[in-house]
């Protein structure tokens, strides 16, 4: 109930200002360059997203923090964080209220990049699961990269400094998996770390789901990163004021 | 009401209220009167439930604030020191947002906002962005909020704080008035406001009451000058590390 207020405001203030147009329009663009330009869309010769898929974890490390940089920092800095915390109200509905607020945000965003699949069905025969299965795992890495944000903005009264460090937690996460980096730790003979770079990256998990692979292992990686920046921000909100 | 026992809340080394014990009966006004930094708003924070003591007791109408929050926080009205709102809704938006957050909704949330707007003089202004809005309207939507719920226990800091002459009236006749049937606790450094609205005041200095009594009593301890007395118990100077602002 009162998450669903929180929530509820939450979204308006994505929409009355110009957030969520902003993020809309720019992920539009950018994930449409990138899959022309650089993914090689046309050359690929195949009836799938992949030239979609590749670099859309570079640009949600960027833009996922920027949509969300204010969730804490700005209760933080405004005070607003004493009108909550003297309402009748758990922190918890108010951190999943805004959570699940920046996820729609989100869905929103994601389905309106709807023209590339409607472009690729018409040119080939692409089989839609694994499209299905992809758009799934890039929602996953929204949200946890959501969640990152959450918890970070908890700590701060100033949202740029938000920004900049969950920008740099996703980027670790994002890079420490790629396919460059790995490769570069079995050239050096670290096995092992390059196994464990692989499962704590985010690259594999998104990886697996775009090729149609989602797996038991990969929501659990996905889940469990949620959960620990949720219970995270919320332990943080109560600890910063005593 | 609020009956408040040994409270204590420190920062690190810092002891910012010390030991301190109050009630407020319902139908009572309290003023909360100090210098900058004596411990007002940290007191108020403790017994509005949002920080928590160091030790110490705190009940609301009866109702442990550290055993059932929700229920104690329920009792309550706060404005709060700065008055913080949410600067992109409008005024109307943002006390139907803080009414569904006390748990009200349908007609009577329609009802308690529209009484809250009569109350605090917000006519003008209900449909206007919050982020646009002169302090003193801020201050007063702020206010409209605390009494959204009509809660037996006011918790105001420096309600009058910002507020042009006319306005300050407004606000001081307001506290009287819903002074007869609620328990408010409302703090000040403005003396004038004391003899204008409270039964009843104290005197907080360094986190410790230094004097206690009606308005009456507080003047004749001072030898007729509520600003005697207020010279003689308060410490003048004010350490420069003292700052208002709570740290991040
Ligand atoms: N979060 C905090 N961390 C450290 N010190 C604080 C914090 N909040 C208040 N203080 C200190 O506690 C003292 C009392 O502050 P406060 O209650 O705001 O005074 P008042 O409201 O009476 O002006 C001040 O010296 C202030 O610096
Ligand atoms: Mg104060």
Not at chain 1, 48 to 69: D, E, R
Not at chain 1, 210 to 234: A, D, P, R
Not at chain 2, 180 to 191: E, M, P, R, V, Y
Request: aromatic share 10%; proline share 4%.
């Amino acid at each position: 109930m009162k998450t669903w207020t929180i929530f509820k405001r939450e979204l308006s203030s994505y929409f009355t200002q110009p957030t969520a147009y902003a993020v809309i329009i720019i992920f539009g663009l950018l994930s449409t360059v990138l899959a022309f330009a650089f993914g090689h869309f046309w050359q690929r010769d195949d009836a799938s997203l992949g030239a979609f898929w590749q670099f859309l974890p570079l640009l949600l490390m960027i833009l996922v923090p920027a949509v969300s940089m204010k969730q804490w920092s700005d209760e933080n800095s405004s005070n607003t964080i004493e009108l909550l915390g003297t309402m009748p109200l758990k922190m918890n509905s108010a951190v999943m209220g805004k959570f699940l607020a920046a996820a729609l945000v989100w869905l929103v965003t994601l389905s309106l990049t709807f023209p590339m699949v409607w472009a690729v069905n018409h040119l080939g025969e692409p089989d839609n699961w694994i499209i299905a299965s992809g758009y799934i795992g890039t929602f996953l890495v929204c949200l946890t990269f959501i969640a990152i944000t959450t918890f970070v903005s908890a700590f701060t009264r100033d949202e740029v400094v938000a920004l900049i460090v969950s920008v740099a937690v996703c980027c670790l996460l994002s890079l420490v998996g790629f396919p460059e980096f790995i490769n570069l730790a079995r050239q050096a003979d670290a096995t092992e770390a390059a196994d464990i770079m692989t499962k704590i990256g985010i690259y594999d998990h998104f990886f697996q789901a775009t090729t149609g692979k989602i797996n038991v292992t990969s929501l659990l990686y996905f889940c469990g990163l949620i959960t620990v920046c949720l219970v995270g921000t919320n332990l943080v909100l109560k600890s910063k004021r005593s | 009401m609020i009956e408040v026992t040994d409270l204590t809340k420190t920062f690190g080394p810092k002891v910012a209220v010390d030991n301190l014990s109050f009630s407020v009966k319902k139908g009572e006004v309290l003023g909360f009167l100090g210098p900058n930094g004596a411990g007002k708003s940290t007191t108020m924070r403790m017994v509005t439930g949002f920080l928590p003591v160091t030790s110490g007791k705190i009940k609301i109408c009866d109702i442990p604030m550290n055993w059932r929050p929700n229920a104690a926080k329920k009792k309550i009205g706060y404005l709060p020191e700065s008055a913080p709102l949410y600067n992109d809704m409008t005024v109307q938006g943002f006390l139907k947002f803080c009414a569904s957050l006390r748990g009200l909704g349908g007609p009577k949330r329609r009802h308690a906002v529209d009484e809250a707007i009569e109350t605090c003089f917000l006519e003008n202004v209900a449909r206007q962005s919050i982020g646009t809005l002169s302090k003193g309207y801020r201050h007063r939507t702020c206010l409209a909020q605390a009494l959204l719920h009509d809660p037996e226990v006011l918790v105001l800091d420096e309600p009058t704080d910002g507020l042009d002459p006319n306005q300050k009236l407004e606000v001081r006749k307001l506290i009287k008035n819903l002074g007869k049937d609620k328990a408010i606790l409302f703090s000040t450094h403005i003396l004038e406001e004391v003899t204008a609205s409270c039964s009843r005041a104290v005197i907080v200095d360094q986190g410790k009451i230094v004097a206690d009594g009606t308005p009456a009593e507080l003047e004749a301890q001072g030898g007729g000058s509520l600003y005697d007395l207020f010279h003689k118990v308060t410490t003048f100077e004010t350490p420069a590390d003292k700052s208002e602002e709570p740290a991040a």
